[in-house]
């Protein structure tokens, strides 16, 4: 395993991220580090949620930046707001002991009008959501004309979404762009389109495999029970955590707001997010979820996505995700930064099946638990 000295970081980002205690590169970053630090060229990468693709393609980014040049040189498009500011906030980070790189992150949801005054300040990077970013730029509030850099990330999810025209729409704007860099977990007929499109046919694809992705310090399990009996499990997982706090997923916003009403019954302190919340409700479930307000918060894994809470005890699969990118995704919420966690499915003897397939798949070791 190559350090990312060897990669080709400069060692002040490398300081920045030795603090942030990523020491040693993933696949994903050992594999695309190396090639966008090279040469100018488009690049699809495919790698599931977890992978550490946000370092993956924010190092090779910040070095391509001249700082003498106060212009717009970086694009980076990200499906929700959450996830938008996760990775400003990363790259401001990695950025700490190196020279000022000015990030501005720009989504729906928020005052436009403190986003047009933030974006008048010297900036670098530009983190966006496709819609907010089109409507900027028809207010001539932002110039992307001389962007030399752009990030589809996750574009299955901006596709999941219907940003399809917005992508279609915001890749024919950047006629000087030299580098098209897109990181999808999964490579649905939209996304091939997009690409026969918009990228390069020369371009890298660099492909990771699912297996040996999940955090080590996870403890994966389930228990097995009748759909009937799975709220008083769940209650029965709460209590015996005692204050700590756990993300509890569901697959629907239906059963996100009647789980969350379940709880709120048995005096819990829980909060829910979904597709149908506006921003302002969004951020302030979210707020009460940072500062401990709120034990439980109640999800569906698109509105999850960026969600990042340190001392995160657990994660509860109340309903089982679509598919394995998704467990994935969720059970990396729990055992950040070094610390060990749960994740806890919940499954009718129906479902066993799907537990054997994320262990095949994922390369990963269920323990089934008899009680809580």
């Known amino acids: 395993m190559k350090s990312f000295e060897q990669l080709g970081i400069h060692p002040n980002f490398v300081k920045g991220?030795?603090?942030?205690?990523?020491?040693n590169p993933t696949e994903i970053q050992e594999k695309v580090?190396?090639?966008?630090?090279?040469?100018?060229?488009?690049?699809?990468?495919?790698?599931?949620?977890?992978?550490?693709?946000?370092?993956?393609?924010?190092?090779?980014?910040?070095a391509k930046v001249d700082t003498n040049v106060n212009e717009i040189q970086g694009l980076i498009l990200c499906p929700t707001r959450e996830l938008g500011q996760q990775v400003a906030k990363q790259l401001f980070k990695f950025t700490k002991y190196s020279e000022k790189i000015f990030t501005e992150a720009v989504y729906g949801g928020e005052q436009i009008d403190k986003q047009i005054s933030s974006l008048k300040r010297p900036t670098h990077i530009v983190v966006a959501t496709p819609g907010r970013l089109i409507d900027l730029v028809k207010r001539k509030a932002i110039d992307i004309r001389n962007v030399k850099t752009i990030v589809l990330?996750?574009?299955?999810?901006?596709?999941?979404?219907?940003?399809?025209?917005?992508?279609?729409?915001?890749?024919?704007?950047?006629?000087?762009?030299?580098?098209?860099?897109?990181?999808?977990?999964?490579?649905?007929?939209?996304?091939?389109?997009?690409?026969?499109?918009?990228?390069?046919?020369?371009?890298?694809?660099?492909?990771?495999?699912?297996?040996?992705?999940?955090n080590n310090k996870i403890q994966h399990s389930y228990l097995v029970c009748e759909d009937e009996v799975k709220f008083s499990a769940l209650l029965s997982l709460i209590r015996s955590e005692h204050k700590n706090q756990g993300l509890v997923f569901c697959k629907t916003k239906a059963a996100t707001i009647r789980?969350?009403?379940?709880?709120?019954?048995?005096?819990l302190l829980a909060d829910c997010i979904h597709g149908d919340l506006s921003q302002k409700e969004r951020d302030k479930a979210m707020r009460a979820f940072k500062n401990g307000s709120a034990q439980i918060l109640v999800a569906?894994?698109?509105?999850?996505?960026?969600?990042d809470v340190s001392d995160l005890a657990y994660v509860a699969h109340y309903q089982l995700p679509e598919n394995e990118e998704y467990y994935t995704h969720r059970s990396g919420r729990t055992a950040r930064a070094g610390k060990e966690g749960l994740s806890l499915a919940f499954v009718n003897?129906?479902?066993?099946?799907?537990?054997?397939?994320?262990?095949?798949?994922?390369?990963?070791?269920?323990k089934q638990v008899r009680a809580i």
């Open 33 to 62: 580090i190396p090639i966008l630090l090279e040469t100018d060229r488009d690049l699809i990468g495919q790698a599931q949620t977890g992978t550490g693709k946000t370092a993956a393609y924010g190092l090779p980014l910040l």
């Open 17 to 23: 991220l030795n603090e942030l205690k990523i020491i």
């Open 259 to 267: 789980l969350t009403k379940q709880l709120l019954s048995k005096n």
């Open 300 to 307: 569906t894994d698109i509105a999850a996505r960026g969600i």
């Open 153 to 214: 990330d996750e574009a299955d999810e901006m596709l999941s979404m219907g940003f399809k025209a917005e992508l279609d729409e915001i890749l024919s704007m950047l006629h000087s762009v030299e580098n098209k860099w897109l990181f999808s977990a999964t490579m649905p007929t939209g996304i091939q389109d997009i690409v026969k499109k918009h990228i390069s046919p020369d371009a890298h694809i660099i492909k990771v495999s699912g297996k040996n992705i999940v």
């Open 349 to 366: 003897p129906a479902e066993i099946k799907y537990i054997r397939k994320y262990e095949r798949s994922l390369g990963i070791n269920f």
